[in-house]
């Protein structure tokens, strides 16, 4: 058996306005170099001007991600040459990253597994190249575009790992409101280094990289086809090969091409962007806003609330979700009915009208106040749900269709009773049935009578109650 | 003499009260262009359909002016002197430009060269050599070549330069105009092609150090699209211009001095010694201070360090992908290698060469660092005196501009301190000027004056008034040439 | 000395190549700044000093506001090439990039 060694790179797009080093769009868009400022050409007499959000948010990750935090802010150049690079370097920072050793914890299989972090640092995106069979065309839309890149330690050991830390880290942007992250965009996307290593073995075995990955489920397949095949390698004798693959459609990774050396970037301080420094003020600013992280809401919905870890899960797994949950919590409803109605009726809804939860109509504050209905026996939890709806549908709150269409649960047992009363008159068979014969399901046929007079509004165990009473008393009466 | 000959503020009131019209002054730019052009050479671009405009306050409108060919002009071939560019037509401005467009100023030309601004002699612009006005038979220096032999032979009253190691004073001490590099942000690099980042300038040459004054207080400012430029509202040259400067002290630095003192030709020591007596009579102090050598040896190789690392890396861009010059290749690379072979002269290519070994990573604490660790020291050690002074003044030059063929670009032992002893302006950013100060052999000698960052009108009222005193007449306003 | 091998491997590395007779020069550059550098390597404590990468500290830096400002159009984007294809730029295929 052979030990898994995986570290991942991450680059993720950062969600800014404009892009990391010009005043150009920073959108995705299907038009060709339409958001392209002279700085992302890498025209003769370019300077790049660095962005106040892009840096904000590079350190908020990093504060998020628990790394150490420079003390200013410099960007290094990397030189390279390639036909996506238009200046021939990369801005990026390799002397003070903004966050080193950091660490994302992650639940894996039900166990806390801390995937630890070499550093966080921010840098641009490329060009892109779309690839024709005799020629390559390059659109600038995408250069210049803010990239922030995480990267692990070889501390990862399993597909499931890396999968689930991708998960989690995707999570992350969203929570901190940092980047869509959507991968089918290329707003993430990651490298995959793996090697094996015998269990008694003390150095890294030989390391193949996967660059460029975007779906999660190619990483998973990756790693599995490559713990394969590089087992397979070293089972036969053989050496396993320095060099860089790629995953194809059938799922099987293919060689790319050999690392002859290593490549050699000549880094140094880019003498365009004076040193800003990291004040004690903008920390402050960014640890105030860092918001409760899904982690810590998990852990916190099964101790605190008595979640079972499927519903914890949905509820902190979505930041705009979980804060939804916890400002109904604030209102002081029952923890219960809360999760029941957000896991159900909320999320549902979403799901069927393919919005976000800032778009829905109904408020943390109105789905509170239908809950207490509930809590207090006003409302049925179907009558509940079906009120949720209609206020979806007409768009008005759900409290007010309550006051105007009298919907609210008949619980006034006087109320009750007259209507029953009438039920068991215009039916004197049923209530024979009753007394004579003893037949029970003469209760069920009230309680169904008794909510399809009163439009189902009728309080069904309230009703249930009184017919009883009520069938015993004309039994004892007729004695 | 022709108005075009005359001060910047004369030519204002000429315009001004209609004694000329820009449109006369533009015709009579272009015409001493184009005649000097076979001779001399300073001109990749002649611009016979620029805009004229009418004559408004400020000193600059309706005036012609020429700018060096690394300066971004919207709409105007821009080639930096390079064949990898002989084709590249800007879509912006330079910020320089942007300014001097709003003040009116008509720009008539893009002087020629050193490729790329990387060279000391004029004598590497793809469309040729460039010629000194005094005597042709002798280089400009360079690299702002072209605008310093452009004003020294009167085709317009100042053009626009830049300078990274000395490229705007070097060439203006040989011409016998003003070269002025001010302190390092105060004006906007948007839209200069780099060469050094760290170490370039935008700058003027001027016929007189008012002139300079003018050019710099129209084209500087904050700039949203260089970070390294700083508000400056409290820096106005040309409103505490004064030739007062009683009280300034100044110093010279001794190694420096003793060894043109120990040149075979006593003339130039004997020059500079009779501007120390000005100095004097304008009521300044002057003394000596000494800097170690050691430091001083080490300028030339930590420049060289420095420059060509920085500009490896900014030169990266020119791949004839998207712009450029490009050359033919059946893959990508093959076009990005034939179009910089092809592109770049011999001279450029040798430089990125040491540039990029530079900054490789085994020998990036020995020599990039260490280049870098120089220049902290030199920088400190001027900091620490500019605490005590106003100025440091030295010779521009160990001997006046060479005949060609006399000396080439390639790196070399000799003249060691004064190789580059004007670059520890670049190094710290220090405002810096030179001014003619005389003749040796019928050729034009001059003395460079510098000071604290951000001390410009200093540096410029230091200059004025050594300017009065010396009582140089430019080669423009001589009957005999 | 450097081998002109290695000059010629640098070169190719920064995607262009010269002449014997130009390497033969550059070698004899290399020599030049090599024995300057290496008396700097010997200043008494210069591994103490901090390194500076910029003239003077920038007190009046800031960062830029996250505003969309001045762009290209397309026609500015593809104004200096000829190679052009549906509002790109067209270079021959780039083999072995990332698809």
């Not at chain 2, 050193?114 to 002699?121: A, I, R």
């Not at chain 2, 400009?140 to 100042?158: L, M």
């Not at chain 3, 010269?18 to 700097?40: A, G, H, R, S, W």
Request: hydrophobic share 35%; aromatic share 8%.
């Amino acid at each position: 058996m052979y030990k898994v060694v995986i570290g991942l790179e991450v680059h993720c797009q950062l969600k800014t306005n404009s892009k990391n080093f010009s005043p150009a769009p920073n959108e995705f868009t299907e038009a060709h170099n339409i958001n392209v400022a002279a700085v992302d050409l890498g025209l003769p007499g370019i300077l790049p001007i660095a962005n106040k959000e892009a840096v904000k948010k590079a350190l908020f990750t990093s504060m998020a991600l628990h790394c150490d935090l420079p003390d200013e802010i410099i960007f290094d150049r990397k030189n390279y040459y390639y036909p996506d690079l238009p200046k021939g370097y990369q801005i990026t920072q390799n002397t003070k990253p903004v966050g080193v050793n950091g660490y994302l914890d992650v639940i894996v299989n039900g166990k806390v597994k801390r995937v630890t972090l070499h550093d966080v640092h921010l840098e641009e995106d490329t060009a892109s190249l779309e690839h024709y069979p005799k020629y390559s065309l390059i659109d600038y839309n995408r250069s210049g575009t803010p990239l922030l890149e995480i990267v692990t330690n070889p501390c990862i050991e399993s597909a499931d790992e890396a999968v689930a830390y991708l998960e989690d880290l995707r999570d992350l942007f969203l929570f901190l409101g940092v980047s869509e992250a959507k991968s089918n965009y290329g707003q993430m996307r990651c490298d995959v280094n793996i090697s094996l290593m015998k269990d008694t073995d003390t150095e890294l075995g030989t390391k193949v990289e996967m660059k460029n990955i975007n779906a999660f489920n190619n990483v998973r397949a990756a790693i599995e086809y490559e713990i394969k095949r590089q087992t397979e390698v070293l089972e036969s004798g053989g050496k396993v090969i320095q060099e860089t693959r790629r995953i194809a459609e059938d799922g099987k990774t293919y060689s790319m091409r050999e690392k002859v050396d290593a490549v050699d970037y000549k880094y140094f301080i880019e003498p365009n962007i004076p040193s800003t420094p990291v004040t004690k003020e903008l920390l402050d600013e960014l640890k105030e806003s860092l918001p409760e992280l899904k982690g810590d809401r998990y852990l916190k919905y099964i101790d605190k609330y008595n979640m079972s870890e499927y519903d914890a899960g949905v509820l902190s797994k979505q930041r705009d979700v979980s804060d939804y949950f916890e400002e109904v919590l604030e209102s002081g409803v029952d923890t219960t009915l809360a999760v029941n109605f957000v896991t159900t009726a909320i999320l549902s809804t979403l799901n069927k009208l393919e919005i976000n939860i800032s778009e829905l109509f109904i408020t943390p504050k109105m789905l509170s106040e239908v809950i207490k209905l509930v809590s207090d026996n006003k409302l049925s939890m179907d009558a509940a749900k079906k009120l949720l709806y209609e206020a979806i549908d007409k768009k008005t709150d759900p409290v007010e269709l309550v006051k105007k269409e009298g919907l609210s649960q008949i619980n006034d047992e006087d109320k009750l009773l007259e209507l029953i009363t009438g039920i068991m008159d215009e039916n004197q068979e049923v209530v024979r049935q009753y007394v004579e014969d003893g037949n029970m399901s003469a209760v069920n046929f009230f309680v169904g009578q008794t909510m399809k007079k009163s439009n189902r509004q009728a309080n069904p165990n309230i009703s249930r109650e009184i017919i009883s009473k009520e069938l015993e008393r004309r039994k004892n009466n007729g004695k | 003499m022709h108005i075009l000959d005359k001060s910047l503020d004369e030519i204002h009131e000429a315009l001004k009260s209609g004694e000329v019209t820009s449109k006369e002054l533009l015709e009579e730019s272009l015409k001493r262009a184009h005649a000097s052009q076979d001779e001399i050479n300073s001109f990749v671009t002649i611009c016979d359909n620029a805009k004229v405009y009418d004559v408004e306050d400020n000193v600059l409108s309706g005036i012609p002016y020429a700018c060096k060919d690394n300066l971004s002009t919207r709409g105007v071939l821009t080639t930096a002197s390079s064949n990898i560019l002989n084709n590249y037509v800007p879509v912006f401005d330079a910020t320089c430009i942007k300014k001097l467009k709003r003040n009116k100023a008509v720009m008539m030309g893009k002087t020629v060269m050193d490729e790329l601004g990387m060279g000391g002699t004029g004598t590497t612009g793809h469309t040729g050599v460039v010629k000194n006005p005094w005597d042709t038979s002798r280089m400009t220096a360079g690299s702002s070549a072209g605008s310093a032999a452009a004003v020294s032979a009167g085709i317009v009253p100042y053009a626009l330069g830049t300078d990274t190691g000395d490229s705007i004073r070097k060439p203006a001490g040989y011409c016998g105009v003003v070269g002025f590099k001010p302190t390092y942000g105060l004006v906007s690099r948007f839209g200069l092609f780099a060469f050094a980042s760290s170490l370039d300038h935008v700058g003027c040459l001027t016929r007189s150090v008012k002139d300079a004054a003018y050019v710099i207080d129209a084209i500087k400012g904050k700039d949203e699209a260089d970070m390294t430029t700083f508000n400056s509202r409290n820096i106005q040259l040309v409103d505490n211009y004064t030739t007062d400067v009683k009280g300034k002290k100044l110093f010279y630095i001794k190694e420096i001095v003793e060894e043109l003192k120990n040149s075979p030709n006593k003339e130039y020591y004997e020059n500079f010694m009779k501007v120390v007596d000005y100095c004097k009579e304008c009521g300044m102090e002057i003394v000596s201070e000494s800097i170690d050598e050691v430091i001083l040896r080490s300028l030339y190789p930590s420049y060289m360090a420095i420059s060509c690392a920085e500009a490896t890396s900014n030169n990266s861009n020119l791949t004839g992908i998207p712009f450029g010059n490009r050359q033919d290749g059946s893959t990508t690379e093959e076009i990005m290698f034939n179009t910089r072979t092809k592109g770049f002269s011999e001279l450029i290519r040798r430089r990125f060469v040491i540039g990029s070994f530079i900054l490789q990573k085994e020998n990036q604490e020995k020599l990039f660092l260490n280049a870098q660790r120089i220049r902290r020291l030199v920088v400190d050690k001027m900091t620490e005196l500019y605490k005590k002074y106003d100025g440091c003044i030295v010779p521009n030059s160990e001997s006046i501009a060479p005949k060609f063929g006399e000396k080439n670009d390639a790196l070399s032992d000799t003249y060691l301190l004064f190789a580059e002893h004007l670059a520890i302006s670049n190094f710290g950013g220090f405002p810096s000027i030179t001014i003619p100060s005389g003749e040796v052999d019928g050729m034009p000698v001059a003395v460079n004056i510098s000071g604290p960052i951000k001390h410009d009108s200093d540096v410029i009222n230091m200059a004025a008034a050594l300017e009065e005193k010396i009582g140089f007449i430019p080669l423009n306003m001589r009957g005999d040439k | 000395m450097i081998e002109i091998e290695k000059l010629k491997d640098y070169a190719n590395k920064l995607m262009f190549d010269m002449n014997e007779e130009e390497y033969k020069t550059l070698q004899d550059e290399f020599e030049v700044i090599l024995k300057q550098m290496d008396l700097i390597g010997q200043i008494p404590d210069i591994d103490k000093v901090s390194p500076m990468t910029f003239p003077f500290p920038n007190e009046d830096v800031s960062l830029r506001e996250d505003e969309v400002g001045d762009y290209l159009t397309v026609s500015e984007v593809l104004e200096n090439t000829t190679h052009q294809v549906n509002d790109q730029v067209k270079v021959p295929r780039v083999v072995g990039g990332d698809e």
